[in-house]
């Protein structure tokens, strides 16, 4: 059975860093898609960051440049370094895994919630001024 359980949430002032980590099991092996979305109130859950077995990687454009997504495939750890994090990067963010990776993450872009199969239970993010 698949679990995935994220940690590293928290509320944190403009222009602030966290870390989120999030922990597999489960999975069959390391060859595994994974990705970091999230979901303000109010609006559609969305991609952030999607890292594929081989270590390739996709953003979305508003965190380019703030956010890295990196794996520990010794630990089955996935992380979501947030650097000059903003109000709007307020949201539950949700850890997510599938076996192979959207086809548009060739293109650098990070899929739709659709084309993942497993979800962690999510951590809050909230940034404020």
């Known amino acids: 059975q698949v679990e995935l359980v994220e940690s590293g949430g928290g509320s944190v002032q403009a222009g602030g860093s966290l870390r989120l980590s999030c922990a597999a099991s489960?999975?069959?092996?390391?060859?595994?898609?994974m990705g970091w979305f999230r979901q303000a109130p109010g609006k559609s859950r969305e991609g952030v960051a999607v890292?594929?077995?081989?270590?390739?990687?996709s953003y979305a454009d508003s965190v380019k440049g703030r956010f890295t997504i990196l794996q520990d495939n010794a630990k089955n750890i996935v992380y979501l370094e947030m650097n000059s994090l903003k109000p709007e990067d307020t949201a539950m963010y949700y850890c997510?895994?599938?076996?192979?990776?959207?086809?548009?993450?060739?293109?650098?872009?990070?899929?739709?919630?659709?084309?993942?199969?497993?979800w962690g239970q999510g951590t809050q993010v909230t940034v404020s001024l």
């Open positions: 997510a895994a599938n076996s192979i990776c959207p086809v548009v993450h060739v293109l650098g872009m990070t899929g739709h919630p659709t084309d993942f199969a497993y």
């Open positions: 489960g999975l069959p092996d390391n060859s595994y898609c």
């Open positions: 890292i594929d077995s081989d270590g390739s990687t």
